[in-house]
T-cell receptor, first 112, second 115 residues
């Protein structure tokens, strides 16, 4: 069964450093999402791509976060500089349409 | 006030019990309703997907939507220790809007089923 791949699974960094997360969606899924999930809360959407175009990045803190999906397949989410409050699980999801999303295992980020 | 409210629990039940998980919401535009299960340190996995009001059954799981009350439920019959996880409700608005496909999640309910 096809799955969404994410790496790394765990990342520990110091504040003010740069971090990057990678996501490979299920083959053929045109829509890709990045979510942030703080411990004890539900996921919150950061950015949504349709192919290589950003559809919604209204909740992305653009002063420090950036996301790209250059060829409309895999995607990278970057944080620079990381802050203590960025410690969370970063989830990638993909969808063949826009109402059913399949999640990857996530990257757990700890900022010291 | 959050758009979607979910009792975080935790909820602890004996094996074989019927479990009821609930969410309320305030946005009338929500038309698609989902339940996800999330095991510790894993990503959410889709359990149930329903459109508009009504019931949907899948094995031991039943999803119920009452749009008039803005209330959705997930029932688990004959609960098993393997059902122990966090259950997240999620909703998205009707097709055609700019926010179509954007999921809004509840906080998640932590469920433990003990043998």
């Amino acid at each position: 069964e096809a799955e969404v791949a994410q790496s790394p699974r765990y990342k520990i960094t110091e504040k003010s450093q740069a971090v990057a997360f990678w996501c490979d969606p299920i083959s053929g899924h045109a829509t890709l999402y990045w979510y942030r999930q703080i411990l004890g809360q539900g996921p919150e959407l950061l950015v949504q791509f349709q192919d290589e175009s950003v559809v919604d990045d209204s909740q992305l803190p653009k002063d420090r976060f950036s996301a790209e999906r250059l060829k409309g397949v895999d995607s990278t989410l970057k944080i620079q500089p990381a802050e203590l409050g960025d410690s969370a699980m970063y989830l990638c999801a993909s969808s063949p349409s826009t109402d059913t999303q399949y999640f990857g295992p996530g990257t757990r980020l700890t900022v010291l | 006030q959050k758009e979607v409210e979910q009792d975080p629990g935790p909820l602890s039940v004996p094996e074989g019990a019927i479990v009821s998980l609930n969410c309320t919401y305030s946005n009338s535009a929500f038309q698609y309703f989902m339940w996800y299960r999330q095991y510790s340190r894993k990503g959410p996995e889709l359990l149930m997907y329903t459109y508009s009001s009504g019931n949907k059954e899948d094995g031991r799981f039943t999803a119920q939507v009452d749009k008039s009350s803005k209330y959705i439920s997930l029932f688990i019959r004959d609960s098993q220790p393997s059902d122990s996880a966090t259950y997240l409700c999620a909703m998205s608005p009707n097709a055609g809007g700019t926010s179509y496909g954007k999921l809004t999640f509840g906080q998640g309910t932590i469920l433990t089923v003990h043998p």
